[in-house]
């Protein structure tokens, strides 16, 4: 959401900075791609996670979203999320799996992100996904994507999301976790930069999970430093800084954060130049490594959902474009994860 809806003034202030090229890495990082939601129509996933893997990326991140899954009080649509998963790790990249989006059916149509009716719903949801996937190699669930930011009938405190959100899920997740014997890792879900839309600061909403006693419902953070000056600006520097020592003051000990979102569209509105998008992957994933509790940079996204004339930005993150063309972007991307650097 960040993506689409930062304000214009701030997103101006952001491409103002020229990028210059990063200094080449001693070894190749850890990172993926975020797919986005569209992944269970996309009928070319078998191709895209191919160039992705070949590109050296060992992740992908995509949902298992309720409301697709269910969209009506029926059982659940399995044969929607089951090839996308499949492709994922046929490909050889682990899938972590966004665990969010209720169903208009199961809370009085109040916005796909208000909280159901029956809390147990949620609670059932959440585990029946695990239970499915986990057996399947899914062994990361994020309880929710952006939740610092607006969402339809969505609130946007901390203390909310944690009985709202975070632990009628993560019981269901331990559940099937427990039944199966299997372990699985959970991220708290992804966190923004808040000035685009009126979101709660991430370190207030941090604070507030703690305060809320969500300590011990996840294991690793999620954070998406979107901006086009990785090397300086706070968004990839002070802020998950911030997050960290807030961590370790309520926890006594850091924790792993993972960039689970991050990237630039090549046209729309304010957008950036091919190659500058190539820049942006090898200063990003130099800025991000820095950061001694840093977790794999994911980025958004694999493919162009357009192709000109559309002038929707939306369309324009990928690092291969509509046709399945590679972006310069794709070779630096391979080049900083230590891939073949061809997308087949």
Known sequence: MFRRMLGL?????LLATVAVS???HAAPLVGGVAGGGAQPWNDRRPADYAAMRAAGATWLRGDIAWEYLQPTNDPYRWDLYDPAVADARAAGLEYLAILHMV???????????????????LTDYCYQVVKRYLPRGVRHYEIGNEVNLPHPG????GRYYVSRLLSPCVSGVRRASAELRLPVTIFLGALA??????????????????????AGLFDLLSWHPYTTDPRTHPNMNSVPDQLNDITVRRTGSSRQIWATEYGAPTAGEFSVDEAWQARLVGEAY???????YAGPLLWYAIRDEG????????HFFGLLRNNGDPKPAYAEFSRVLGGSGSPG
């Open 9 to 13: 003034a701030a997103l101006a202030a």
């Open 22 to 24: 990063p200094p080449a």
């Open 103 to 121: 169903p208009a059916w199961a809370n009085g149509g109040r916005g796909n992100y208000a909280p159901p009716s029956n809390m147990a719903l």
């Open 154 to 157: 969505w609130n946007l405190s």
């Open 193 to 214: 930069p808040h000035e685009c839309c009126a979101g709660t600061p991430p370190t207030t909403y941090l604070t507030d999970v703690y305060a809320a006693g969500g």
């Open 286 to 292: 130099s800025a991000w490594s820095r950061h001694p």
């Open 307 to 314: 192709a000109p004339p559309s002038t929707e930005r939306e």
